[in-house]
């Protein structure tokens, strides 16, 4: 299996390598991250500007690694189209140092780099570790451990899913972890406008405890990981609206007939 590893946070990044170790271990590994931090672009790409590639040294055998001056989703079209030495079985983002739950996953690099293997029909994971505060030791090894796990079962064909896999682990020791559940994304989200300055938006903030404290409905995602539980939601980002098309169906007949309808009769 050839695994294609990517993140937002930047080739340096402590979660980046270990899960890069955790899948060496279950396939042939190549890292292509951004070559600094990218947190919040969501599925951006760099249409207007160049990008540049360096290979740079892994201090995994065997894993081959590039540093790209773009975003997430820009390392991931690059890997698939240009760098990876054969064809992608597996795209893995992350571990990214904070969850990545709710509606916010929307604005998040590690999720959000997945789009491009999803998009190609490659089985696809996003992995975060949520520490309760920021003082806190994090163990990205365990977590490597779970996206591992995973990653084992689309290998063997016993976890099977046209939907993005997104994996959010508590930052708890291995024993006080209640189990893994499969949950829905919470409706809610965590990123505040922390200060506006006139028509001048200052900076965003994270409010997890906020969050935490209003959004705990019972198998979301928000509620497993502040329970104690790794979550494992799984996304589908569909372009149309399929099922209502033929309900606003008349509505646009209608419109098109009275804006349009006379237009068309003196042409004929």
């Known amino acids: 299996m050839n695994i294609l590893v990517t993140n937002d946070d930047g080739i340096e990044s402590k979660g980046l390598w270990a899960l890069a170790k955790a899948m060496s271990r279950v396939g042939t590994v190549t890292v292509i991250a951004p070559?600094?931090?990218?947190?919040?672009?969501?599925?951006?790409?760099?249409?207007?500007n160049g990008i540049s590639i360096s290979e740079v040294s892994s201090s995994i055998a065997g894993v081959s690694a590039y540093a790209i001056g773009g975003t997430p989703s820009d390392c991931v079209?690059?890997?698939?189209?240009?760098?990876?030495?054969?064809?992608?079985?597996?795209?893995?983002?992350?571990?990214?140092?904070?969850?990545?739950i709710g509606r916010d996953i929307?604005?998040?690099?590690?999720?959000?780099?997945?789009?491009?293997?999803?998009?190609?029909?490659?089985?696809?994971?996003?992995?975060?570790?949520?520490?309760?505060?920021?003082?806190?030791?994090?163990?990205?090894?365990?977590?490597?451990?779970?996206?591992?796990?995973?990653?084992?079962?689309?290998?063997?064909g016993k976890l099977k899913t046209n939907a993005i896999i997104n994996v959010n682990v508590p930052n708890l020791?291995?024993?006080?972890?209640?189990?893994?559940?499969?949950?829905?994304?919470?409706?809610?989200?965590y990123v505040r406008l922390s200060e506006v300055e006139g028509d001048k938006v200052v900076n965003y903030?994270?409010?997890?405890?906020?969050?935490?404290?209003?959004?705990?409905?019972?198998?979301?995602?928000?509620?497993?990981?502040?329970?104690?539980?790794?979550?494992?939601?799984?996304?589908?980002?569909?372009?149309?609206?399929?099922?209502?098309?033929p309900s606003i169906k008349a509505c646009v007949k209608a419109i098109d007939d009275e804006f349009l309808g006379n237009a068309r009769k003196r042409t004929n």
Do not use: C
Not at 35 to 48: P, T
Not at 83 to 89: Q, V
């Open 205 to 245: 903030k994270l409010e997890l405890d906020k969050l935490f404290n209003s959004s705990m409905t019972q198998g979301t995602d928000i509620w497993a990981i502040h329970s104690g539980y790794i979550s494992v939601s799984l996304l589908r980002f569909e372009v149309d609206h399929r099922e209502v098309l």
């Open 173 to 189: 020791p291995e024993n006080q972890i209640k189990g893994i559940i499969t949950t829905r994304t919470a409706d809610t989200g």
């Open 77 to 100: 079209m690059l890997g698939i189209n240009r760098l990876a030495r054969s064809g992608i079985d597996l795209v893995v983002s992350g571990i990214n140092p904070g969850p990545n």
């Open 106 to 156: 929307h604005y998040s690099g590690t999720v959000m780099a997945t789009l491009q293997g999803y998009f190609r029909k490659i089985p696809s994971m996003a992995v975060s570790l949520y520490p309760k505060t920021r003082q806190e030791v994090l163990d990205f090894d365990f977590a490597g451990e779970i996206a591992e796990k995973l990653a084992l079962n689309i290998k063997n």
């Open 35 to 48: 070559d600094k931090e990218r947190s919040g672009v969501g599925s951006s790409l760099s249409l207007h």
